[in-house]
């Protein structure tokens, strides 16, 4: 664990600490409301109950609640682009309302939420169709970029020509 000098805590302004869960490194507000920082896709991979031994920080994490409610303590801004971030319901009927930036894909979970989305039934239910969509989107991503230089190709032989 390491102090991180960039990233506040966007819900109670304490700094981040960047810490290592199950091989992820995080922006997580240890010493503050146990709030945790995902980059796009990252959060994915901590939805299930891991497998072998548990590990100490997620298990500390799992632990901490947030006293920065969504109620009381206004938008949040991403702390890697300042876009303000959407409240959203994670999953449908999962009742875990997280903050995400549409604009880089970073999610915000407060503390305690972390957990509820690991025993919520209907998160455990839709990982693999999220596995789906992931795949779906990074292709999507990846044509989208394979079109783009097809047309740079185009634009630079016509402009030979
Ligand atoms: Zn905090
Ligand atoms: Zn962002």
Redesign the pocket.
Known sequence: MSTNEGFT??????Q?QTVTICDTELEA?T?????IWFDAAELFRLHRPTDGAPDPMLEKLLALS?P?SQATRGKLSCIKCGTPMKTHEYRENSGIFVDECYACGGIWLD?GELKAIRENPAVLQSNQERAQMERDFAKKVQDEKIRLAEEAKKRASRRRI
């Open positions: 805590c966007p819900a109670c302004r304490k981040l507000c010493n503050g409301c146990g709030g947030s920065a503390g």
